[in-house]
T-cell receptor, first 115, second 114 residues
Framework: ETGVTQTPRHLVMGMTNKKSLKCEQH?????MYWYKQSAKKPLELMFV???????ENNSVPSRFSPECPNSSHLFLHLHTLQPEDSALYLC??????????????FGSGTQLSVL | AQSVTQLDSHVSVSEGTPVLLRCNYS??????LFWYVQHPNKGLQLLLK??????LVKGINGFEAEFKKSETSFHLTKPSAHMSDAAEYFC????????????FGTGTRLKVLA
């Protein structure tokens, strides 16, 4: 148990569906991240929130929409996805400081399949 | 720009023999370097972190890594492999402090043979 909880663990959706991924951290961290993990590719940073403000948006298609209502919760809203969006979506948190990049704590991920 | 290269995509060792997973990095700054492990159907777990306090870093589960600036390397080692070490390992270099960017390697899958 890392202190970062993701739901659901698995999700199958059609290309016209709308769904949301949820992440909750119990560590008191001030930064939260969404990463995409595809087979044979490095982890791709999608979004970063620091103190509930988006500080990084890595050229992610608009069919992915993040939301951070407070420092403990992070959502990823999905709509009209493509089959190539099938991947493991990982949430992470850290206690970010100006002086260093601290270690990331990861959730177990949501395995997404788009049909 | 920062980058990280994991030199082997797959490594196989026999149980009880040493493990060596290789990582080279490129960084314009004094880097923070990490090793993470990912077991099947799990998220990534931190093994160890280098932050310039000591070049030899000890982590969890008997793993350690040595920072060699002259070789721009940060190889992960363990004296004796256990079956439970079979997993995927990621070397990570951080970008400038406070930028929230971590550069991940493509991973090395470790197989441990009985």
């Amino acid at each position: 148990e890392t202190g970062v909880t993701q739901t659901p663990r698995h999700l199958v959706m059609g290309m016209t569906n709308k769904k949301s991924l949820k992440c909750e951290q119990h560590l008191g961290h001030n930064a939260m991240y969404w990463y995409k993990q595809s087979a044979k590719k490095p982890l791709e940073l999608m979004f970063v929130y620091s103190l509930e403000e988006r500080v990084e948006n890595n050229s992610v298609p608009s069919r992915f929409s993040p939301e951070c209502p407070n420092s403990s919760h992070l959502f990823l809203h999905l709509h009209t996805l493509q089959p190539e969006d099938s991947a493991l979506y990982l949430c992470a948190s850290s206690q970010a400081t100006l002086g260093s990049n601290e270690k990331l704590f990861f959730g177990s991920g949501t395995q997404l399949s788009v049909l | 720009a920062q980058s990280v290269t994991q030199l082997d995509s797959h490594v196989s060792v026999s149980e009880g023999t040493p493990v060596l997973l290789r990582c080279n990095y490129s960084s314009s700054y004094s880097p923070s370097l990490f090793w993470y492990v990912q077991h099947p159907n799990k998220g990534l777990q931190l093994l160890l972190k280098y932050t310039s306090a000591a070049t030899l870093v000890k982590g969890i589960n008997g793993f350690e890594a040595e920072f060699k600036k002259s070789e721009t390397s940060f190889h992960l080692t363990k004296p004796s492999a256990h079956m439970s070490d079979a997993a995927e390992y990621f070397c990570v270099v951080s970008d400038r402090p406070g930028t929230y960017k971590y550069i991940f390697g493509t991973g090395t899958r470790l197989k441990v043979l009985a």
